[in-house]
């Protein structure tokens, strides 16, 4: 079955520098791959998707690149701020069954 | 996107004792999950909630420990039946609305078992 892998399970970086966390994946039918941030206490929130049909995605400080050849990809934060500290998760899924595979998350620390 | 109203928010419960989970969604959904989330972990997904069947379950998840219903297109239910302090954990419930790919997550129940 699909695995998803996610590293570093743990970053801290300085406020305003950028954070990169990666993940990759097995099963090459995957077309569908969510990252969540979830702070504490909270429910997981969406905060950026891409499918298999699209190379790169953009939302203000945040983008996704994604390598279907390698079947990995990756969630870009720039100018990072306090408020973007929180547990990040990555996911994919397929058509057959519509579930998530879910990483093991990165607990991002943005240090002032 | 959809609203999810979950229901209880937290509970402590006796072990042995069933615990039943609602989630409420504003809007038709073509899919509901059931998650379990321990502190600091991933989610692991419990099973597939199916309108009018069954929930496929995952494996490690069993139906006479965790029944699931979903009668309609909005409303889906979770019991953790004869509870051990085991099943102390943060319960999700998700939903994957019609012809969007998005996944929203209901708010969590907290269960704690003692």
């Known amino acids: 079955g699909e695995n998803v892998e996610q590293h570093p399970s743990t970053l801290s970086v300085q406020e305003g520098d950028s954070a990169v966390i990666k993940c990759t994946y097995s099963?090459?039918?995957?077309?569908?791959f969510p990252w969540y941030k979830q702070e504490l206490g909270k429910r997981p929130q969406l905060i950026i998707d891409?499918?298999?049909n699209v190379g790169e995605k953009k939302d203000q400080r945040i983008a996704v690149t994604l390598n279907k050849t390698a079947k990995h990809f990756s969630l870009h934060i720039t100018e990072t701020q306090p408020e973007d500290s929180a547990v990040y998760f990555c996911?994919?899924?397929?058509?057959?069954?519509?579930?998530?595979?879910w990483g093991a998350g990165t607990k991002l620390i943005i240090k002032p | 996107s959809a609203v999810i109203s979950q229901k209880p928010s937290r509970d402590i419960c006796q072990r042995g004792t069933s615990l039943t989970i609602q989630c409420q969604v504003d809007?038709?959904?073509?899919?509901m999950f059931w998650y379990r989330q321990q502190p600091g972990q991933s989610l692991t997904l419990i099973a597939t909630?199916?309108?009018?069947?069954?929930?496929?379950?995952e494996s490690g998840f069993v139906i006479d420990k965790f029944p699931i219903s979903r009668p309609n297109l909005t409303f889906s239910t979770l019991t953790v039946s004869n509870m051990s302090p085991e099943d102390s954990s943060i319960y999700l419930c998700?939903?994957?609305?019609?012809?969007?790919?998005?996944?929203?997550f209901g708010s969590g129940t907290r269960l704690t078992v003692v």
């Open positions: 998700s939903v994957l609305q019609t012809g969007l790919y998005g996944y929203t």
């Open positions: 809007s038709q959904v073509t899919m």
């Open positions: 909630a199916n309108q009018g069947s069954e929930a496929t379950y």
């Open positions: 099963d090459s039918a995957s077309n569908y």
């Open positions: 891409i499918r298999s």
């Open positions: 996911a994919a899924s397929t058509n057959s069954n519509y579930q998530l595979i």
